[in-house]
């Protein structure tokens, strides 16, 4: 077992912001090591914050080639959540994707067959059930 998660972040503002949450570089077990976003100012406030030189990319795609990412995070928009937990169980990463999972039933199935045929799990989160 690897020592800490490492976790990238698709989406690192507003629900994205749940990073800070997840990121224990000092103790625990996860850090976030990348992100992506479409907006260069949530990437830069996201990598000021981090404090330990995250990857920073506008192309999803970039993140999910990395081998510092063992998992992923989704938390942009909702209309993408399809899209990006789809590409990254295909690039071999688990996936966390804030609700809701996608914006169609079709796309619902779409993520849960590319769970099954990958191998990879697939979690949608109800983070403030998991919240103090």
Known sequence: MKEKLRVGMIGVAGRGGVW???HQPDGG???????????????????DE?????????????LLERD??????????????EEYACAAMEAGKDVFCE??????IEGCDHM???S?????KIFVGHNMRYMN
């Open 112 to 114: 849960l067959e590319t």
């Open 99 to 104: 609700k809701p999972m996608a914006i169609t």
């Open 116 to 120: 099954k045929r990958t191998g990879r």
């Open 68 to 81: 510092d990412v063992d998992a992923v995070a989704i938390c942009s928009p909702d209309f993408t959540h």
């Open 50 to 62: 981090n404090g330990k030189d995250p990857f920073v990319t506008m192309d999803y795609r970039l």
């Open 20 to 22: 800070r949450n997840w």
């Open 29 to 47: 077990r996860c850090v976030v090591t990348a992100g992506a976003d479409m907006r260069e100012d949530f990437l830069k406030k996201f990598s």
